[in-house]
């Protein structure tokens, strides 16, 4: 073998070598990108069953106002918070009497849930227990039957005291790198 055979050779290996690398780390990617997206699809899928289930439960009350407030909103209710923010009382199933909920978003990007049961009125006490995480957004708006508002009231005095939303419109985005948005809206049957 002379040294040019030899050269060719290493050549030819190097570049086989080189794409057979450059596939490996291409395939690699895409595995990732798509188990992330898979991941991504079913943390939105369930979130989105979690609020239709106790969003459609929701009651109208006095004591137990559907409260909603937008990230743009001076103080927040829950502490922590830095999007929008949902609290109401519903009939969930498999509960005894009312049960408050609430969800809202921290600045690390996870989705808290409040839960309080029996409901006492004040959505400062009860349990909270991370539902989600590598939430970037959580944007909400409520269909008052004419228009999308970007908050509700449903405290005495307010514009919609005593109310519910006829729909609430749910805009949820996963990821801080490459965020992706997942949208649905939520029917309140018993406003």
Same mark, same amino acid.
């Given at each position: 073998?002379?040294?040019?055979?030899?050269?060719?050779?290493?050549?030819? %290996?190097?570049?086989?070598?080189?794409?057979?690398? %450059?596939?490996?780390?291409?395939?690699?990617?895409?595995?990732?990108?798509?188990?992330?997206?898979?991941?991504?699809?079913?943390?939105?899928r369930?979130?989105?069953?979690?609020?239709?289930?106790?969003?459609?439960?929701?009651?109208?009350?006095?004591?137990?106002?559907?409260?909603?407030?937008?990230?743009?909103?001076?103080?927040?209710?829950?502490?922590?918070?830095?999007?929008?923010?949902? %609290?109401?009382?519903?009939?969930?199933?498999?509960?005894?009497?009312?049960?408050?909920?609430?969800?809202?978003?921290?600045e690390?990007?996870?989705l808290?849930?409040?839960?309080?049961?029996?409901?006492?009125?004040?959505?400062?006490?009860?349990?909270?227990?991370?539902?989600?995480?590598?939430?970037?957004?959580?944007?909400?708006?409520?269909?008052?039957?004419?228009?999308?508002?970007?908050?509700?009231?449903?405290?005495?005095?307010?514009?919609?005291?005593?109310?519910? =939303?006829?729909?609430?419109?749910?805009?949820?985005?996963?990821?801080?790198?490459? =965020?992706?948005?997942?949208?649905?809206?939520?029917?309140v =049957?018993?406003?």
């Open positions: 073998m002379s040294l040019a055979e030899m050269l060719v050779a290493l050549t030819i %290996l190097v570049i086989v070598t080189a794409s057979t690398v %450059l596939m490996f780390r291409s395939i690699t990617r895409a595995w990732r990108t798509g188990e992330l997206r898979t991941e991504r699809y079913q943390q939105a369930l979130l989105f069953d979690l609020f239709e289930r106790e969003l459609t439960s929701a009651v109208a009350n006095a004591r137990y106002p559907f409260i909603a407030r937008d990230a743009a909103d001076v103080a927040p209710r829950q502490e922590g918070s830095t999007q929008d923010e949902l %609290l109401f009382v519903g009939t969930l199933p498999g509960r005894a009497g009312l049960v408050e909920r609430a969800y809202w978003v921290v690390d990007g996870t808290y849930c409040h839960d309080d049961e029996p409901a006492d009125g004040d959505y400062a006490t009860g349990e909270r227990e991370a539902c989600g995480r590598d939430v970037a957004g959580l944007e909400l708006s409520f269909y008052d039957g004419t228009a999308w508002l970007p908050r509700w009231d449903g405290q005495a005095g307010a514009a919609q005291a005593g109310q519910l =939303p006829n729909a609430v419109r749910i805009t949820l985005t996963l990821g801080r790198q490459r =965020p992706e948005s997942f949208e649905t809206v939520v029917h =049957p018993t406003s």
